[in-house]
T-cell receptor
Framework: NAGVTQTPKFRVLKTGQSMTLLCAQDMNHEYMYWYRQDPGMGLRLIHYSVGEGTTAKGEVPDGYNVSRLKKQNFLLGLESAAPSQTSVYFC?????????????FGPGTRLTVT | DAKTTQPPSMDCAEGRAANLPCNHSTISGNEYVYWYRQIHSQGPQYIIHGLKNNETNEMASLIITEDRKSSTLILPHATLRDTAVYYCIVRPLFNAGKSTFGDGTTLTVKP
């Protein structure tokens, strides 16, 4: 049981390049999330999904797109990277039990945009 | 959305109880209090959550005041491995999208 895994672990992009971050979970969780964490700050929600084929915007969605084609995978895309998107990106998943959103987080992807 | 206020940092002696406070004075009736921690730069780890009753699990205890405007996370016997940033967040019952983490409390456990 691997839990939540993220690919890649590190990436350096040039401004304007695109990339996709992959998140996979093997816990059969309905909900999945993408967060970003800037140095010295807490996590901010980018997008989330409450089930296969559905996505919704979080607190800071601009510049990102997501897709949830399979229940176990949640993809985060950057179409045209900007230096302001330099951050650590965390994926999480949770069950959809009423009132209970215990989230399980992946190890993070460290992205630098130059 | 209910906001939370936590002290930026706290120290605790190894083996002693660590009591981490959180203020959530604008919490509404359908919002739970959750606690997570983040060790170094790893992904956050779920600790505990509660609605209005005190809760205990193998990691910690959560004490929520009767008016629900504040709570305290208690690590009964802190170890050096408990040094981390601790986040207190409130989350509505039916809205997974309200998942904002604040800046948390940096707990340093000292030998």
């Amino acid at each position: 049981n691997a839990g939540v895994t993220q690919t890649p672990k590190f990436r350096v992009l040039k401004t304007g390049q695109s990339m996709t971050l992959l998140c996979a979970q093997d816990m059969n969780h309905e909900y999945m999330y993408w967060y970003r964490q800037d140095p010295g700050m807490g996590l901010r929600l980018i997008h989330y999904s409450v089930g296969e084929g559905t996505t919704a915007k979080g607190e800071v969605p601009d510049g990102y797109n997501v897709s949830r084609l399979k229940k176990q995978n949640f993809l985060l895309g950057l179409e045209s990277a900007a230096p302001s998107q330099t951050s650590v990106y965390f994926c999480a998943s949770s069950l959809a039990r009423e009132g209970s959103y215990e989230q399980y987080f992946g190890p993070g992807t460290r992205l630098t945009v130059t | 959305d209910a906001k939370t206020t936590q002290p930026p940092s706290m120290d605790c002696a190894e083996g002693r109880a660590a009591n981490l406070p959180c203020n959530h004075s604008t919490i509404s009736g359908n919002e739970y209090v959750y606690w997570y921690r983040q060790i170094h730069s790893q992904g956050p780890q779920y600790i505990i959550h509660g609605l209005k009753n005190n809760e205990t699990n193998e990691m910690a205890s959560l004490i929520i005041t009767e008016d629900r405007k504040s709570s305290t996370l208690i690590l009964p016997h802190a170890t050096l491995r408990d040094t981390a940033v601790y986040y207190c967040i409130v989350r509505p019952l039916f809205n997974a999208g309200k998942s904002t983490f604040g800046d948390g409390t940096t707990l340093t456990v000292k030998p």
